[in-house]
């Protein structure tokens, strides 16, 4: 039987990395109504804050090799309390010991690969829950790779949320392609989307490079890359140019940093007026007048604030570095237009499809999702999960997913004392050494 109408929707987070972490929790907020009746607070009319039920998400972070630091998790500004770390066999566990405890969770946002996502979704059919959350789940940003991979690992949730209307034609027609449902996709927005709109100040001129783990991959295109921004600011020395890291040296994000930044500027002796910054990304954002990047998510922050930005074609308009996403959309340039100083002019037909709406639409952007959810909580029982990659639509593929994630909740909770956490995140800090400093080096002494 759904909850009663007069209580309060509980809602577990499950990411994998920092930047899920901060989606997966934002978007909880934005989604969940305020109980099963559908019933919400009054909206606030400002962009900053969400418009749903806005209660603390219960927030858990698988651990692996992107676990976030609580540096990185802290810098998401995505929640005040920090989630906690679990293995994918202790968070189903918990799963089924809130529902016998009576405290269970009535929505669970899976913010993780869509592997893992199939992976839990087995995981949560298993259970046998008497009844079983609604499951939502979706992409932290641009989805410019793995399109139809990525959504059918997916499939099965009750809701998959799209970021814009542009994603959510493509993701139906990917579901409808293949003959699955697409009811479970909703159009939504990025929830992180929002702050002060960009207003110019005097004696203030800065320019800001979104940096990205892996885009573009190689250390000769970082070097490139780098070389031209310490470049530009020589050329214009009453600019302030930053390079804005997500992560330090021996932490991970979303994505392995085979050359980091923080590593290639050794070899450069930049000038005064540049520096590398880190931080909370809106936060830089408020002093930015110029955001350059090559694909990076933080474009569509930029543009919806109308802080003017720029994406690289330097090292080609190419899938693999993403930036073949904003095709149409009037911001493609170069360093050498930049050093000109020539900002390009977003196509606002291509904004209005991506998503960003400036104009105030951001407002109603979860509307749907949040109605969605409040439908399904108010069920009498909800529908077993149904994804599409099943043992027989994809015998040679499904085994080997689920075998990767070890879901066995049957196991007994290993207990952690004091010293098993010390050693264990010892461990985990030779791992990322290992991962990060010494098999780059060894794969390049291989290749010699």
């Known amino acids: 039987m759904p909850a009663s109408s007069s209580e309060a929707v509980r809602v577990a987070v499950l990411a994998d990395s920092d930047t899920r972490w901060k989606w997966g929790a934002l978007t909880a907020r934005r989604i969940t109504p305020a109980d099963v009746s559908g019933s919400e ?7 900053t804050e969400p418009t749903g039920s806005g209660s603390e ?20 500004g995505a929640s005040t309390a920090a989630p906690r770390e679990v293995t994918g066999a202790e968070f189903l566990r918990e799963v089924r010991d809130a529902e016998a405890r009576g405290e269970r969770y009535d929505v669970i946002v899976l913010a993780l690969v869509g592997g893992t996502v199939r992976a839990v979704l087995q995981g949560l059919a ?134 980091p930044y923080q590593r290639l500027v050794r070899d450069l002796d930049p000038p005064a007026n540049f520096r590398l910054v880190y931080g909370h990304m809106g936060e830089v954002l408020d002093r930015t007048d110029l955001l350059v990047t090559v694909s990076s998510t933080a474009a569509l922050e930029a ?45 606002e037909e291509w904004l209005s499809r991506q998503g960003v709406a400036a104009g105030g639409s951001y407002d109603a952007a979860f509307d749907a999702a949040r109605e969605r959810v409040a439908q399904l909580l108010a069920l009498p029982e909800l529908p077993p999960i149904s994804p599409y990659y099943t043992a027989e639509t994809a015998p040679g593929y499904l085994p080997g997913i689920l075998a990767r994630h070890r879901l066995d909740v049957t196991a007994p909770p290993v207990r952690d004392s004091g010293l098993r956490r010390i050693v264990r995140e010892a461990a985990r800090g030779a791992y990322r050494h290992g991962v990060q400093r010494v098999a780059p080096v060894v794969r390049r002494l291989g290749e010699l």
């Not at 998400?57 to 998401?76: K, S």
């Open 41 to 47: 607070k009054e909206p606030t009319g400002s962009e």
């Open 57 to 76: 998400p219960t927030g858990f972070v698988l651990r692996g090799r992107a676990t976030p630091t609580a540096r990185q998790l802290a810098e998401t």
């Open 126 to 259: 298993d259970l046998g829950l008497d009844r079983r959350p609604v499951i939502v789940t979706g992409y932290v940003g641009v989805v410019y790779e793995k399109l139809a991979d990525g959504l059918l690992l997916r499939h099965g949730a009750d809701v998959v949320l799209a970021n814009s209307r542009h994603d959510a034609e493509r993701f139906r027609a990917v579901y409808e392609g293949v003959g699955a449902g697409a009811e479970s996709v909703v159009e939504a927005a990025l929830p992180f989307l929002g702050g002060a709109p960009h207003r110019p100040e005097a004696g203030r001129d800065t320019l800001v490079f979104a940096a990205q783990p892996s885009v573009p991959v190689t250390r000769n295109e970082r070097a490139y890359v780098l070389e031209r921004l310490v470049r530009h600011a020589r050329l214009h020395p009453e600019r302030e140019v930053l390079l804005k890291l997500r992560s330090k040296p021996g932490e991970h994000t979303t994505h392995l940093e085979e050359h």
């Open 303 to 347: 543009l919806h604030r109308r802080i003017p930005t720029a994406i690289l074609t330097d090292c080609g308009v190419r899938e693999v570095n993403g930036n073949h996403h904003f095709i149409g959309s009037g911001l493609l340039t170069s360093f050498d237009r930049l050093d000109r100083g020539e900002v390009p002019e977003p196509d």
